[in-house]
């Protein structure tokens, strides 16, 4: 257990901006000026810790997740690089990792990774070399002190594997979806048994373009989104009986969907990207509606757009929270794509999202602020490199 405020970094010394000396958890310090008193989310974000990991693989990512009072991410083990654990902050008060028990494969790649009170669960990607295509999927749970890994098996001999795939937990349901060759494929355990995989008959008659899945504390929830631009949303106690919410707003033209984060008990939030993406990054675009959904209610949140004029040509979306001012606030990156991104944090007030524009983050180039949660007073981010490398730093605002 690593205290917030800790000394982790293995690489190069932990990089921080400090008001004065290191603060003790419990309070996890104080901002160092007022930002502005329309939307203070916005400014005096800091850097708390940092872990800088040597190079591992060629290729490789941070697998991230998002919830209501924390954050969780895979990736390599400290001063193991050919090892992964799973890593978490809940509460605020300490980073907890678990090293995880490798499988038998060349390269293992970061995937996804969820988590709830219940437990957690990871997945990764085998492969016989780091650019190569996915020979298969792995996922471990929670459980003993080195969680061992357990083999996804296609539905069927020889279907294709996903290139990538999500995860989110509800109560004792874990559940792993992806899209292979159009289909939606799943794979579901209860209470750490075995997995089962599907291809549930979701009632679309289109092939699926993308797929999402996020826990919301009482049931999984799956958003998708068709090849012709169409939206959808499934909900699922077990991962294995889907139910289609009478909704009627659903947007249409998407390209993709992302299911930002719980933002409390049987709700969260979701970005529907509008079509026309970067092709080398799907999640990035130019136009994004929000919606919160809670039980069968689907509330409209307005929409994010690209700003030009502010160096914002492209975003993409990535977590969410209600910051401790009551505000829905969403982080992801901004910028034209590869390289040239940067953190980036939006906050809704009123009718209108805002963007960030404190220089710490939006001059912070080549990373993505990942994920967010919110504890008390204080809300913590997670930002990685983009497009590659493992890096992860830890970045806090005290209201």
């Known amino acids: 257990m690593l205290p917030l405020l800790g000394t982790r970094d293995r690489a190069s010394g932990a990089a921080r901006l400090a008001c004065g000396a290191a603060l003790a958890v419990a309070s996890l310090g104080a901002a160092c000026s007022q930002g502005d008193p329309r939307w203070p989310e916005l400014t005096d974000w800091e850097r708390a810790e940092v872990w800088a990991h040597d190079d591992v693989v060629g290729f490789d990512r941070v697998a991230v997740a998002t919830g209501p009072n924390y954050v969780a991410w895979l990736t390599r083990a400290a001063g193991a690089a050919e090892e992964l654990a799973y890593w978490e902050l809940r509460d605020g008060e300490t980073v907890d990792d678990t090293e995880l028990a490798m499988p038998d494969a060349p390269v293992v790649i970061p995937l996804a990774v969820a988590s709830d009170y219940d437990g957690?669960?990871?997945?990764?990607?085998?492969?016989?070399?780091?650019?190569g295509d996915n020979t298969g999927l792995v996922a471990w749970q929670r459980g003993g002190p080195r969680p061992r890994p357990e083999r996804l098996e296609a539905p069927e001999r020889g279907a294709a594997v996903p290139s990538a795939v999500n995860t989110g937990r509800a109560g004792d349901?874990?559940?792993?979806?992806?899209?292979?060759?159009?289909?939606?494929?799943?794979?579901?355990?209860?209470?750490?048994?075995?997995?089962?995989?599907d291809t549930p008959d979701l009632g679309v008659e289109a092939?699926?373009?993308?797929?999402?899945?996020?826990?919301d504390g009482d049931r999984v929830v799956l958003a998708g989104v068709d090849v012709q631009g169409r939206a959808h949303l499934w909900t699922s106690i077990d991962g294995e009986t889907w139910l289609t919410p009478e909704v009627d707003d659903l947007p249409t033209g998407v390209g993709s969907v992302t299911l930002l984060g719980q933002l409390d008990d049987g709700e969260l939030a979701v970005a529907w990207l509008g079509q026309g993406q970067d092709e080398t990054s799907p999640r990035r675009a130019r136009a994004a509606t929000i919606q919160r959904?809670?039980?069968?209610?689907?509330?409209?949140?307005?929409?994010?757009?690209?700003?030009?004029?502010?160096?914002?040509p492209r975003f993409s979306?990535?977590?969410?929270?209600?910051?401790?001012?009551?505000r829905l606030a969403i982080v992801g990156s901004a910028g034209g794509g590869g390289d040239t991104v940067a953190p980036m944090l939006w906050v809704r007030d009123g009718d209108r999202w805002e963007p960030s524009d404190q220089p710490e983050l939006t001059r912070l180039l080549?990373?993505?602020?990942?994920?967010v949660t919110t504890v008390g007073d204080v809300m913590v981010g997670v930002v990685t490199p983009a497009p590659r490398h493992i890096d992860v730093e830890l970045w806090r605002w005290t209201g």
């Open 207 to 215: 092939e699926m373009a993308t797929i999402d899945v996020l826990g």
């Open 317 to 326: 979306l990535e977590g969410a929270t209600l910051s401790p001012e009551g």
């Open 293 to 312: 959904f809670a039980g069968e209610d689907l509330t409209d949140e307005g929409a994010i757009g690209a700003r030009d004029d502010d160096g914002i």
């Open 120 to 131: 957690w669960v990871s997945v990764a990607a085998t492969r016989d070399s780091p650019r």
């Open 173 to 197: 349901t874990a559940l792993v979806a992806g899209v292979a060759d159009g289909q939606v494929v799943t794979w579901t355990s209860h209470d750490g048994d075995d997995w089962r995989s």
């Open 366 to 371: 080549d990373r993505e602020l990942r994920a």
